[in-house]
């Protein structure tokens, strides 16, 4: 039997269940700094993705991925929590 399927999703859900707060706490610590990071990150992870082997790559798509879905909710994240401070 072939587990790596269940591997690399398990994974996944991980990768995707830890950005949500890891965005939170990088917008509140660093602010618009943090879409730099999120930005190179992704660029890196996506660029190395293309040179390993096919389990890895799979990660680090997804990686790369989820950086690149963090660099926009950056911005969204500063206005809920500008309109949280507003109430």
Request: net charge positive; proline share 1%; glycine share 10%.
């Amino acid at each position: 039997m072939y587990y790596t399927g269940l591997i690399i999703g398990f994974a996944v859900f991980l990768l995707i269940g830890m950005f949500h707060p890891l965005v939170v706490k990088a917008e509140y610590y660093l602010g618009q700094k943090a879409k730099w990071i999120f930005g190179i990150v992704s660029l890196v992870s996506l660029i190395i993705s293309i040179f390993v082997g096919l389990e890895l790559s799979i990660f680090l798509g997804c990686l790369g991925f989820s950086c690149l879905w963090s660099v926009f909710e950056i911005n969204k994240q500063r206005k809920r929590r500008t309109e949280r401070t507003q109430i």
